[in-house]
């Protein structure tokens, strides 16, 4: 990650942040919003405020393991009035008729997830396209659809703009003008030019594509204009990444055998294109306005919250997977404790640290470390997790000694909670009968 000055020359961003297994949902007032999930999709919403070098997550609460049950999404933004960073995350079904939305709202000021009520939401039918966002006059803004069926009997996605206040935390759908929605590529990538709305896309004319960009001005809920900022034609298809400070786009240029992007920007005025000298692979690219801030000034560094929100749906998870019925588990007895802990090693991962996790059953302690697991008894020896369920789980859980109860007291700090699907998956390949309590 780095900071591109306005002749492109790229300077390296100081960040005690790992990169590997972010996502870019949006940006706010100089901060920036990420989702991380490198076991569980969207499964810890971060905000960095780079120019204080500070970072703050909040976990996202899950209700199903399985990702085909719900298509779900994150939304970031600041409230207008106090600049408080705020995440919503989206589900609902694949299938409209099987169940509603449902969106939680979590406020960096609150520290808490908050159910929105069904009358905040938009129609039950409506779906949104999660590849863009952007926030422009303290709403939210993406592409969304619904499907519709024509006269013949035929299916058809009728396109239209939802927005999010985030004042009010109400959506609300914006239609499109006939005019503008002609000649719109469908479905749209969302963005913003300061405080414009910015709409763009590829329209495949057979032999070539035409890429267009589209500004709007939102005024009282409805679209009150808009016009075409550039139409490019164009061999190969164009993604809109930002604006250099005269307006004109900078765009992830597909190479034509498909492999890698190119960044490069395009003179409005002389219609044509400048190689910047960035590759990267497709769909990689991020660029946001930087901005001084002081927001996330009152919260640690590298805090996460929401714990508690994420904890109420491992139960869930756990039957699911019909971990209780083939342990003959009683899922009333069943829990498991938790604490943060401090002053543990940093080991990698998102905020520095994988996690450390220190489980005792009955009379044995085993702590286990990123990826290796130590065996604390007669001395400290490193084990892959392989070895973990060959050799230690079955000795632990000798299946001759029925034991009544076990007891979890599972330490971690930050991001170390994926590490519990580790042990949740060697302990489901060993055979045994077993009440867990806490």
């Given at each position: 990650m780095c900071f591109l000055d306005q002749n492109f020359s790229r300077t390296n961003v100081p960040s005690n942040l790992s990169y590997s297994d972010l996502k870019p949902v949006g940006y706010s007032h100089g901060v920036l919003g990420f989702s991380y999930g490198p076991i569980v999709s969207d499964f810890l919403a971060v905000v960095w405020n780079p120019s204080i070098r500070r970072s703050v997550g909040a976990y996202v609460p899950y209700a199903t393991q399985s990702q085909e049950f719900e298509k779900r999404l994150l939304a970031f933004g600041e409230r207008p009035d106090n600049l408080d960073p705020i995440f919503l995350k989206i589900s609902y079904p694949f299938n409209p008729e099987q169940h509603e939305?449902?969106?939680?709202?979590?406020?960096?000021?609150?520290?808490?997830?908050?159910?929105?009520?069904?009358?905040?939401?938009?129609?039950?039918?409506?779906?949104?396209?999660?590849?863009?966002?952007?926030?422009?006059?303290?709403?939210?803004f993406w592409c969304g659809y619904e499907k519709l069926y024509a006269n013949d009997g035929g299916i058809y996605k009728n396109y239209m703009m939802v927005s999010f206040d985030l004042v009010t935390h109400r959506f609300q759908e914006l239609y499109i003008p006939d005019q503008l929605l002609v000649n719109l590529p469908l479905p749209f990538l969302v963005s913003n030019l300061r405080d414009k709305i910015v709409l763009s896309g590829n329209i495949n004319m057979g032999d070539h594509y035409v890429f267009w960009i589209w500004l709007l001005t939102i005024a009282g809920g409805t679209i009150a204009s808009f016009q075409c900022l550039v139409n490019?034609?164009?061999?190969?298809?164009?993604?809109?990444?930002?604006?250099?400070?005269?307006?004109?786009?900078?765009?992830?240029?597909?190479?034509?055998?498909?492999?890698?992007?190119?960044?490069?920007?395009?003179?409005?005025?002389?219609?044509?294109?400048?190689?910047?000298?960035?590759?990267?692979?497709?769909?990689?690219?991020?660029?946001?306005?930087?901005?001084?801030?002081?927001?996330?000034?009152?919260?640690?560094?590298?805090?996460?919250?929401?714990?508690?929100?994420?904890?109420?749906?491992?139960?869930?998870?756990?039957?699911?997977?019909?971990?209780?019925?083939?342990?003959?588990?009683?899922?009333?007895?069943?829990?498991?404790?938790?604490?943060?802990?401090?002053?543990?090693?940093?080991?990698?991962?998102?905020?520095?640290?994988?996690?450390?996790?220190?489980?005792?059953?009955?009379?044995?302690?085993?702590?286990?470390?990123?990826?290796?697991?130590?065996?604390?008894?007669?001395?400290?020896?490193?084990?892959?997790?392989?070895?973990?369920?060959?050799?230690?789980?079955?000795?632990?859980?000798?299946?001759?000694?029925?034991?009544?109860?076990?007891?979890?007291?599972?330490?971690?700090?930050?991001?170390?909670?994926?590490?519990?699907?580790?042990?949740?998956?060697?302990?489901?390949?060993?055979?045994?009968?077993?009440?867990?309590?806490?």
């Open positions: 939305w449902s969106v939680l709202l979590f406020t960096f000021s609150s520290r808490e997830w908050n159910t929105l009520k069904t009358e905040f939401l938009p129609r039950q039918s409506i779906r949104l396209k999660k590849a863009s966002q952007c926030v422009v006059g303290g709403h939210i490019i034609p164009t061999p190969c298809q164009l993604k809109l990444i930002g604006f250099n400070p005269n307006n004109d786009p900078i765009l992830e240029i597909q190479n034509p055998e498909g492999l890698a992007t190119t960044l490069g920007l395009y003179n409005i005025a002389s219609r044509t294109f400048h190689n910047l000298g960035i590759e990267g692979d497709g769909d990689s690219f991020f660029i946001a306005p930087y901005c001084e801030s002081i927001i996330l000034q009152t919260h640690d560094d590298r805090m996460a919250y929401g714990l508690r929100d994420l904890l109420a749906g491992l139960p869930i998870v756990l039957d699911q997977a019909k971990v209780f019925d083939k342990k003959r588990i009683n899922p009333a007895n069943y829990a498991i404790t938790f604490k943060n802990a401090r002053n543990i090693p940093s080991q990698g991962g998102l905020f520095g640290d994988c996690g450390v996790w220190a489980m005792t059953i009955g009379f044995w302690n085993i702590t286990c470390l990123g990826n290796h697991t130590q065996r604390v008894i007669t001395g400290i020896t490193d084990l892959s997790l392989i070895q973990f369920k060959k050799h230690i789980l079955p000795e632990l859980l000798n299946v001759s000694v029925c034991m009544r109860s076990i007891s979890h007291t599972i330490a971690f700090n930050s991001t170390g909670m994926s590490c519990i699907f580790c042990i949740l998956d060697a302990l489901n390949e060993v055979s045994y009968e077993v009440d867990m309590v806490s």
